[in-house]
């Protein structure tokens, strides 16, 4: 039996995935070179690219049919969504046949924009109706743990999303959430020991 998984993970962008402010450090416009993967660049030469575990990590969520968003507050929101949609994420390790795809096409749900991460949340919820409970969120800025009055499993990224963060995220909401919740039609929690 495989460790049970959040319903949603959500990531931040910058500094979670990439190793960059996309709003400060980017200056439009944005291209990439041919059908390079993982690897974009701005007017001046300044690369966006996923961290190096980053499309395994998307790739195995993709896989275990878990619902992926991207809760950034960036003030550039299109800059941002311009390159998930640019970045090429290689095929599956192990996939000889498999063809690179656009990042975006690896996210569910896009909550670009500035403020407080609580209504990015508030959205989520809303647009899936997964109860607050089964979702994580990795984020490299500690005030974002403000999610957590939601229900919502925190976990900071210290040094860009690697596996290790990963693993240690997911251990975090299986240790809180030993057990599956559903919300009912009032929004009243009941677990399952599915």
């Known amino acids: 039996m495989t460790s049970r998984l959040p319903k949603l993970v959500a990531f931040d962008l910058d500094y979670t995935l990439w190793d960059l402010w996309i709003d400060t450090h980017v200056t439009p416009p944005l291209k990439r070179d041919g059908q390079k993967i993982n690897s974009i660049h701005d007017r001046h030469g300044e690369e966006v690219a996923f961290y190096h575990d980053v499309p395994e990590i998307l790739h195995r969520l993709r896989a275990a049919g878990v619902v992926v968003a991207a809760c950034s507050r960036t003030s550039t929101p299109k800059l941002a969504r311009q390159a998930l949609s640019l970045l090429l994420v290689p095929p599956q390790a192990g996939d000889k046949h498999g063809t690179p795809k656009p990042a975006i096409e ?57 596996d290790r963060t990963f693993e240690k995220g997911l251990a975090e909401w299986r240790k809180r959430h030993p057990v599956e919740v559903a919300e009912d039609a009032s929004g009243t929690a009941a677990a399952s020991t599915e």
């Not at 609580?118 to 109706?129: A, C, E, V």
């Open 106 to 162: 690896f996210f569910d749900h896009l909550e670009i924009y500035p403020g407080s991460k609580i209504p990015h949340f508030q959205s989520l919820h809303k647009k899936t109706g997964i109860p607050y409970s089964e979702m994580l969120f990795f984020d490299d800025e500690r005030r974002n743990n403000e999610v957590e009055s939601l229900g919502v499993t925190f976990w900071l990224v210290q040094q860009g999303t690697d």
